[in-house]
């Protein structure tokens, strides 16, 4: 019996959140924690996805039916079937260690891995990526209604990707950079969609006083700078733009006092820098370190009782095996 697994990584965001909203570009990269998802053949009618919070069934004239939250992985698999490949009765069993509404791209990373694998296993071998990627982008349209595509793509293509709203989402052709990523959880559920309205708001207090522009200009170089910096292997220079584009960020009101306290620690630890990821309001802050300094602000943040995920930043997407048994 074939059975094929394949495991795809969550995102975090360095540059542009809130501002590709308003036109700016966004800087998203791949990190070191997985969903996974094996699919093995059965003598049923139907593809099973199963994961821990309930299940979907798809029948071969592509109806989903299951649990609400399972129900956009079955959306995945019908999409498998739209772009041309086979209808293979299965299980695929999934599970995740990417914190779910922490704005690390869980949703994003499990369809990812649920496409690959039943893709693999009804052709037989590794699909194309592109074919994954818009796979996945239907089940995250069933779960977030509008997604960029930004969370799908980053978790196929895997290190850097680059993205301005009304366009495509661009995997960058960058190096892996020297230096570690500490994924620290507030332990707060972000508000994206208020974290959203009080960014747009102060942005239109700043355009009436004459400033809007001159900051998202300054965001946007960030990013151009961030890309350069990733480039050149510059830790130290990415550290530095990342409490910049923090700093902004809480003067636009998206932060919240936790994520203030995980900045304030790390850097004190001797972070080379950190800052809030996704739409903040909660859910996560990632910190950037280099060699032991990164255990020195491991403690100092464990001790405080934050829990905190240690990783690597730009890691590959998606992966595949199959196996005969």
């Known amino acids: 019996m074939r059975r094929c697994s394949a495991r795809a990584p969550g995102k975090v965001i360095l540059s542009g959140e809130h501002w590709v909203v308003h036109g700016g570009r966004a800087l998203a990269a791949a990190v070191g924690l997985y969903a996974r998802a094996t699919c093995t053949g059965w003598s049923g009618d139907r593809v099973v996805v199963e994961t821990p919070l309930g299940r979907a069934a798809v029948a071969s004239d592509g109806t989903v039916d299951g649990d609400a939250k399972a129900a956009p992985l079955g959306h995945a698999i019908r999409a498998a079937l739209e772009l041309g490949y086979r209808f293979m009765p299965s299980i695929c069993s999934v599970d995740s260690e990417i914190p ?60 850097f990707i680059l993205y301005r709203r009304g366009s495509r989402p661009e995997p960058l052709n960058m190096p892996r950079l020297d230096a570690e990523v500490l994924i620290a959880l507030s332990g707060v559920e972000r508000r994206t969609a208020e974290a959203v309205g009080r960014f747009t708001r102060r942005l239109e207090e700043l355009n009436n006083i004459g400033i809007g522009g001159s900051l998202a200009s300054l965001a946007d170089k960030i990013t151009s700078l961030m890309l350069e910096a990733i480039a050149r292997g510059d830790a130290a220079t990415l550290g530095t733009l990342l409490r910049v584009s923090h700093g902004i960020l809480n003067a636009m009101g998206v932060s919240h006092e936790r994520l203030e306290e995980i900045v304030h620690i790390a850097e004190r630890a001797g972070a080379l820098g950190a800052k809030l990821t996704g739409a903040g309001m909660g859910g996560a802050a990632i910190v950037l370190c280099r060699g032991d300094g990164c255990a020195a602000v491991l403690h100092s943040l464990q001790s405080r009782g934050y829990r905190v995920l240690q990783t690597a930043l730009g890691v590959d997407g998606v992966e595949i095996t199959c196996e005969q048994s």
């Open 100 to 159: 779910v509404g922490a704005g690390l791209g869980s949703s994003a990373a499990t369809a990812v891995a649920v496409a690959a694998a039943y893709m693999a296993y009804a052709a037989g071998g590794p699909p194309e990526r592109e074919s994954v990627n818009r796979a996945a982008f239907e089940a995250e349209k069933v779960t977030h209604g509008k997604p960029s595509g930004v969370d799908n793509t980053v978790s196929t293509y895997g290190g």
